[in-house]
């Protein structure tokens, strides 16, 4: 069965600093979809990176990259030059197949300090 | 792009009581849909999802349930709610390029 796993519960990150959240995923399926979304104490989902299995080049949206290595089956965020409005919870997500399913992971917390 | 109204913003219901959220979607035509429960501090648990009307997949076998009657409604439904049903619901729906899911405002929902 298809899964998603985000190792890594909490982090805190200076602000300025570059922070790397990990994301590994596990399919069969030769054509399937990644994404991050950052989620603030509000509740809101906000996109932030899209990368295609098929893609061949790295996604990028501003601060935000996405390390895909697809035969590691991994897909982490790196966001560089963190601010204090980046802290909030993070999730990866994967559709695959018929792109039917969306199926998150279980987030990681990120606190950015001062 | 796509919009998604989902409402109430909150609602506190009494165990027992009957429960209808609503989602519908702007922007697009024969979307796939989702309805996602978040308990607190914890991650979006996916419950339905519909790939058009009238086909609902149920991931977790619960006291809830999805119905589809219009390609851009999603609607969770509940005859009897449980405390453990209490948590934060939201709708998504994947966009037209599936390089995009968007979601509703989201509805806290507290059995008491």
């Known amino acids: 069965a298809q899964k998603i796993t985000q190792t890594q519960p909490g982090m805190f990150v200076q602000e300025k600093e570059a922070v790397t959240l990990d994301c590994t995923y596990d399919?069969?399926?030769?054509?399937?979809?990644l994404f991050w979304y950052k989620q603030p104490s509000s509740g809101e989902m906000i996109f932030l990176i899209y990368q295609g299995s098929y893609d061949e080049q790295n996604a990028t949206e501003g601060r935000y990259s996405l390390n895909f290595q697809k035969a590691r089956k991994s897909a982490n965020l790196v966001i560089s030059a963190s601010q204090l409005g980046d802290s909030a919870m993070y999730f990866c997500?994967?559709?695959?197949?018929?792109?039917?399913?969306?199926?998150f992971g279980a987030g990681t917390q990120v606190v950015v300090t001062p | 792009s796509q919009t998604i109204h989902q409402w109430p913003a909150t609602l506190v219901q009494p165990v027992g009581s009957p429960l209808s959220l609503e989602c519908t979607v702007e922007?697009?035509?024969?979307?796939?849909l989702y309805w996602y429960r978040q308990a607190a501090g914890r991650g979006l648990q996916l419950l339905f999802y519909?790939?058009?009307?009238?086909?609902i997949s149920s991931e977790v076998p619960q006291n809830l349930s999805a119905s589809r009657p219009q390609d851009r409604q999603f609607i969770l439904s509940s005859k009897k709610l449980l405390l453990s049903d209490s948590g934060f619901y939201l709708c998504?729906?994947?966009?037209?390029?599936?390089?995009?899911?968007?979601f509703g405002q989201g509805t806290r929902l507290t059995v008491v």
């Open positions: 922007g697009t035509s024969n979307p796939n």
């Open positions: 997500a994967m559709t695959w197949g018929s792109w039917g399913k969306l199926q």
């Open positions: 399919t069969s399926d030769q054509s399937y979809g």
């Open positions: 519909s790939v058009g009307i009238g086909q």
């Open positions: 998504a729906c994947l966009g037209h390029r599936n390089t995009e899911a968007f």
